[in-house]
């Protein structure tokens, strides 16, 4: 199971982090991701961490401004996000991909996901 929190309200231009961890049982990873779905948009790719040698990937709209980032210790991925716009308004999923797959950009490479966190950011 994958427990996102961190959600909340922001200012444009302010920053909010996200973490997701997982809990029960321990399961294998082959990636992890963030994904978002802001009101009447479908679900679209924020950020991705292969857990080996943990490769990033981010959509551009949110390249020099998110980072993910993980704690093997705490079992979390984490998602710091900054300088944040209105347009980053959007429930944040965090999901995690056990088996291999030619892209982690991509849900359907995902089969557990958390329940989503809400972040608002104001104009």
């Known amino acids: 199971q994958l427990q996102a929190s961190g959600g909340g309200l922001v200012q444009a231009g302010g920053s909010l982090g996200l973490s997701c961890v997982a809990s029960?049982?321990?399961?294998?990873?082959?990636?992890m991701g963030w994904f978002r779905q802001a009101p009447g948009k479908e679900r679209e790719f924020v950020a991705g961490?292969?857990?080996?040698?943990?490769?990033?990937y981010y959509v551009d709209s949110v390249k020099g401004r998110f980072r993910i980032s993980r704690d093997t210790a705490k079992n979390t991925v984490d998602l710091q996000m900054n300088s944040l716009k209105p347009e980053d308004t959007a429930v944040y999923y965090c999901?995690?991909?056990?088996?291999?797959?030619?892209?982690?950009?991509?849900?359907?490479?995902?089969?557990?996901w958390g329940q989503g966190t809400l972040v608002t950011v104001s104009s």
């Open positions: 999901a995690a991909a056990t088996d291999y797959s030619p892209t982690i950009l991509s849900g359907i490479a995902y089969g557990y």
């Open positions: 961490m292969k857990w080996s040698g943990g490769t990033t």
């Open positions: 029960g049982r321990t399961f294998s990873r082959y990636a």
